[in-house]
């Protein structure tokens, strides 16, 4: 595995970056979608259809302001733990 989550940041409402979410979630990674910025959004809403797209259909955990890089963090800790436990050598 090459990452342990995703965090689409835009996404047009067919583009290679909602593919690339499927893709995560058939593989167990998380996936974290970030709100837009709603001047963002108002100035350019089809770069943000498709993370409107992952949202409506509850696809992932929004991540909606600074406060949830500690739910982000708290989240992916165990999986590096785990990752980091497999990665050493046996030893006996």
Known sequence: A????????????????LYACKSAIE???????PLPVPLDENCYP???????KLEKQGKGILF??????????????PSVRKEQQEALPLVG
């Open 46 to 52: 089809d770069r943000y259809a498709g993370i409107r």
């Open 2 to 17: 090459l990452s342990l989550a995703m965090i689409p940041v835009q996404s047009g409402a067919k583009s290679g970056t």
């Open 64 to 77: 909606t302001g600074k406060e949830d890089y500690t739910m982000l963090l708290d989240a992916l800790v």
């Open 27 to 33: 593989q167990g990674r998380l996936l974290f979608i």
